[in-house]
């Protein structure tokens, strides 16, 4: 089942990915391919509460910040996704710009995310810079080096 579910999000990213190589007037590099559908299975795995996905995807050493300015290990934040106190209902991606050199990728974004975060319900616009690393084949989240 999960691997259905998989292969369904690649289906579901590949016409963004399509449109994106468009819209920039060259081709993605293979590369850039793989790091925009990663960034849309995070997304989804987010709204889906999967775990294993996201500890797929985002290192050990990875913290968050919300936007209150609490920061979170990893698991404190995956502990609060998949229990409940962090409830994605839908993420829109305005602007995805991949960099990519060797095996390591910067990803400049604007999305915006419809959640339920801490008791607070709306629609949260957010713009950041995240860094990824290719590691054993997969494209892994990582703190900045």
Not at 61 to 77: A, L, N, P, W
């Amino acid at each position: 089942m999960k691997r259905k579910l998989k292969i369904l999000l690649m289906l579901i990213a590949l016409p963004f990915l399509a449109y994106s190589e468009q819209t920039r007037g060259k081709p993605m590099t293979t590369d850039e391919k793989e790091v925009r559908a990663t960034h849309c299975v995070i997304m989804d795995a987010m709204i889906a509460k999967d775990r294993a996905t996201l500890e797929k995807h985002y290192a050990p050493d990875m913290t968050f910040r919300h936007m209150s300015g609490k920061v979170q290990t990893r698991s404190e934040y995956f502990d609060d996704i998949v229990g409940g106190k962090l409830n994605y209902y839908k993420a829109t991606t305005s602007s995805l710009e991949v960099k990519t050199d060797g095996k390591t990728a910067e990803v400049a974004y604007t999305h915006t995310l419809d959640a339920l975060a801490y008791g607070a319900r709306g629609a949260w616009p957010f713009s950041g810079t995240m860094y990824m690393e290719k590691r054993s084949g997969v494209w892994v989240v990582c703190p900045r080096k």
